[in-house]
């Protein structure tokens, strides 16, 4: 069964370093996302990315944000500057219409 | 008002147990719902999406009343492996983000 797939599963910087988290989504997506989740508390919507644009962010996904889909199968989060708050579990999803199938996440660390 | 609310838990039932979950969304003209599970430190991983017909899976049932605003969740014949937070999840209108509830913690024992 084809599933989403993310590296590195931990990733750990120290503060005001840049971050590049990595996903694949499934092959026949066409629809991107990601999702963070800090620790206790709820999943969070960062961004959807379709046709190679945003087509929608939260207010969680400022200008230290970005998403790039740099081939044909990569998905990835940049975070330019990170702080003591961005550490949470980044999950990357991926759908084809309306039902979003996630990847195991990033666990980032930010010391 | 949260967008999507659900039970608090801990929900601790013996194998065997039936249990229901509950959960509220704000936004009327909502047009997905799903419910996902998670275990500790895992992704959400689809546990069905929810119609407004309602729907079974096996042991599992869900109900969807628009007018309420209420989706419902229940587990009959509760395994061990059910053990895991159960997450109420929310497609708003024109939108493609999921808008997650904080999730249900069930612990089914033996």
């Known amino acids: 069964e084809p599933e989403v797939t993310q590296t590195p599963s931990h990733q750990v910087t120290q503060m005001g370093q840049e971050v590049i988290l990595r996903c694949v989504p499934i092959?026949?997506?066409?629809?991107f996302y990601w999702y963070r989740q800090i620790l206790g508390q709820k999943v969070e919507f960062l961004v959807s990315?379709?046709?190679?644009?945003?087509?929608?962010k939260s207010e969680i996904f400022d200008d230290q944000f970005s998403v790039e889909r740099p081939d044909g199968s990569n998905f990835t989060l940049k975070i330019r500057s990170t702080k003591l708050e961005d550490s949470a579990m980044y999950f990357c999803?991926?759908?084809?219409?309306?039902?979003?199938?996630f990847g195991p996440g990033t666990r980032l660390t930010v010391l | 008002r949260k967008e999507v609310e659900q039970d608090p838990g801990p929900f601790n039932v013996p194998e065997g147990a039936t249990v229901a979950f509950n959960c509220t969304y704000s936004?009327?003209?909502?047009?997905?719902f799903f419910w996902y599970r998670q275990d500790c430190r895992k992704e959400p991983k689809l546990l069905m999406s929810?119609?407004?017909s309602g729907n079974e899976d096996g042991r599992f049932t869900a109900q969807l009343n628009r007018a309420s605003q209420y989706i419902s969740l229940l587990i009959r014949d509760s395994k061990l492996s059910d053990s895991a937070t159960y997450l109420c999840?929310?497609?708003?209108?024109?939108?493609?983000?999921?808008?997650f509830g904080k999730g249900t913690t069930l612990s089914v024992s033996s």
């Open positions: 936004n009327s003209a909502s047009q997905s």
């Open positions: 999840v929310v497609n708003p209108p024109a939108g493609t983000a999921l808008i």
């Open positions: 929810v119609y407004s």
């Open positions: 092959s026949n997506h066409l629809y």
């Open positions: 990315f379709y046709n190679n644009e945003i087509s929608e």
């Open positions: 999803a991926s759908s084809e219409e309306d039902t979003q199938y």
